[in-house]
């Protein structure tokens, strides 16, 4: 089978290297996002997928649009073409040109969770039971006919970084299956109409801690938003960035300072209370509760989230 790859960020690459280990598949052509500057230098930087492409020895084009390939895109007829986080919508001319159609690899179970933060999402709702979709791409979000679902429990306490990684490389495989089955003839299956959800970008707004929430909620956030953006609050004027906590019992004022104990600082909320395991003061180096318990010592009465703009 000839396949195009469309991809960029690390979590892609899973899928493009089981592409290229079948035996089966030719990977012709791998499109990704430009180069990105980085850093206080901005120099610009290769996307994962462009590196592990080139690796491999794979041409790789990256367009600003695809569409502006699309002639050259065209004359390679491919039989189908994997999408695993490309980062933009393909038009209708673009995806009459892959072969038996675009085949998308995404983090959650369809209809659940549509749009570019699925993980983030799920993790945040609490949700117990993610996995992964297959599906063929149409013009709309996340929204064609699929070909395989599979699902995965969500493990305690963990991180979107974790979870996503767990399912990028569970994905691999199960895409190559899928491009076979639709190059064999295998029909997909439209959406249930019922249960869909929306899961647009996350940004640093989004994450801002709410004391008033359950310790459960906040607990759910955190991890949401771990490594990026990083749940956040105020604590003595300048952001917190909380990246790790505990759920505990203790009770008291949202927000309030209740224990500082050897393992770290609890933090009371709406229901219940977190112990901070992991935070980030502004303009400095992540470090482990107990660390900040010891250095800041923060003193129980004290208030998180007061001065949060």
């Known amino acids: ?82 999408v695993v986080a490309y980062g933009a919508l393909l038009p209708r001319r673009v995806l009459d040109a892959g072969g038996r159609g675009f085949v998308n690899l995404h983090f959650s179970l369809l209809p659940r969770w549509r749009g570019a933060a699925p993980v983030q999402h799920a993790l945040r709702a609490g949700d117990a039971v993610t996995g992964i979709t297959t599906f063929v791409l149409d013009e709309g979000m996340d929204t064609g006919p699929v070909l395989d679902r599979v699902e995965v429990a969500v493990e305690p306490d963990e991180s979107a970084g974790d979870l996503l990684a767990r399912l990028a490389d569970l994905g691999g495989p199960v895409l190559v299956d899928a491009i076979r089955r639709l190059v064999a003839g295998e029909e997909p299956v439209a959406q249930p109409a019922d249960g869909a959800t929306l899961a647009p970008k996350i940004t640093p707004d ?65 229901d219940g209370a977190v112990l901070l395991r992991r935070v980030q003061p502004e303009g400095k180096a992540a470090m482990e509760g107990q660390a900040f318990a010891n250095g800041y010592r923060p003193e129980p009465g004290e208030r998180l989230g007061e001065d949060a703009s």
């Open 206 to 270: 989004d994450v801002r801690i709410d004391w008033q929430a359950s310790a459960r909620d906040v607990a759910n956030l955190v991890r949401s938003a771990d490594p990026a953006p990083g749940a956040h609050t105020t604590w003595r004027g300048k952001r917190l960035k909380v990246l790790a906590v505990g759920v505990t019992d203790t009770s008291g004022t949202p927000g309030e300072v209740v224990a500082r104990t050897g393992a770290g600082v609890e933090v009371a909320t709406g």
């Open 1 to 82: 089978m000839r396949v195009a790859f469309l991809g960029t960020p690390d979590v892609a690459v899973p899928a493009l290297e089981a592409l290229v280990a079948a035996d089966d598949v030719e990977v012709v052509v791998v499109l990704t996002n430009p180069d990105r500057p980085k850093g206080r230098s901005r120099t610009p930087v290769p996307p994962p997928v462009k590196q592990a492409a080139l690796a491999h020895g794979i041409e790789v084009w990256q367009p600003t649009k695809p569409a502006e390939v699309l002639d050259a895109f065209a004359a390679l007829q491919v039989d189908a073409c994997a």
